[in-house]
């Protein structure tokens, strides 16, 4: 493991003090197209510094009352196996805090179920959003490739709401239509407005145990063009924000992580201001919703001079 960047330029708080928990996974062990998601979390880290304390959108400055820490980076050692690799994340993983906004910053996609098994251990349901389906069972050779996070999470009992998708293979359609647990949101469908609102009502509907994957190939490439696998078509970033604003204002869901994958930094940094300002927005949107906008201002923020 090695010293990572800090969120906005704040002090990193206590582990056990910290509101949000971000860690930086530079993981690229299976990419099979274009590299880089090992810079990824460094970049975007980086690129946060460029970033308003204020949010707009949920209007108020999150870290004046909330605290956050980034933890040491979780790198790569190659003399692990791939199984011996995501047992060790996870056990890792196990060992934060519970009760608290945790972020997997990535790396590849395939870090995805190494998380969910220990951030919501029992059956709950996983918000997919990616340009592609990750249904295969294996590939080139490896269950753990980025190819097939979705089977995995199915193996640990969950539900699975996938949406964007836009590249799928022919058994992952048949597996698809015979699985009760997966809801299917393919690109082409969210096209008309009646198809938006549907899945956003089916966001919105989601109870208990979630947890949110977001691989950034979910976005139009015009929007995000620096990621491992692009595709044609894609979500806009104010479709993003409808999503965001459909899940945290469901009281019912238990949100147990996030995590932000496939980012391959680019020359025009585009694409990591988009990951940096939607980390932004998630950790402002939860915790609204949690109630830290009517807590006292002692959040990371008040920690440094920033005018």
Known sequence: MSDTSQF??????????????????????????????????????????????????AGWSPFKHMKLTVLTDFTDDRSLSDAEFH???????????????????????????????????KPGTVLFLDAHADMRTSYEGSKYSHACPVTRLLGQGHKIVMAGIRSIYESEVKVIEKNPN???????DLRGKGQWESFLQRVNSLEGPVYLSIDMDVFNPATVPGVGTPQPGGFSWYQMIEVLESLFSRKEID?????????????????????????????????????????????SQTQIDYE
């Open 8 to 57: 906005l330029a704040m002090p990193d708080a206590a582990i056990d003090e910290a509101d949000i928990l971000l860690l930086p996974i530079p993981l690229e062990r299976t990419v099979s197209f274009k590299p880089g998601t090992a810079e990824a979390p460094k970049a975007i880290l980086d690129t946060t510094e460029q970033l308003e304390f204020y949010e707009e959108d």
């Open 87 to 121: 047992a060790k994340l996870t056990e890792y993983v196990a060992s934060l805090p519970k009760e608290n906004l945790f972020i997997g910053l990535g790396g590849e996609h395939s870090l995805t179920p190494s998380l969910v098994e220990t951030r919501m251990p």
């Open 182 to 188: 997966i809801s299917l949101f393919l690109d082409w």
């Open 255 to 299: 949100l147990r992580g996030v995590d932000m994958v496939e980012i391959v930094p680019e020359p025009s940094r585009v694409s990591e201001m988009t990951a940096a300002k939607l980390l932004l927005k998630i950790i402002s949107f939860w915790g609204c919703a949690k109630g830290y906008n009517l807590k006292p201002e002692a959040g």
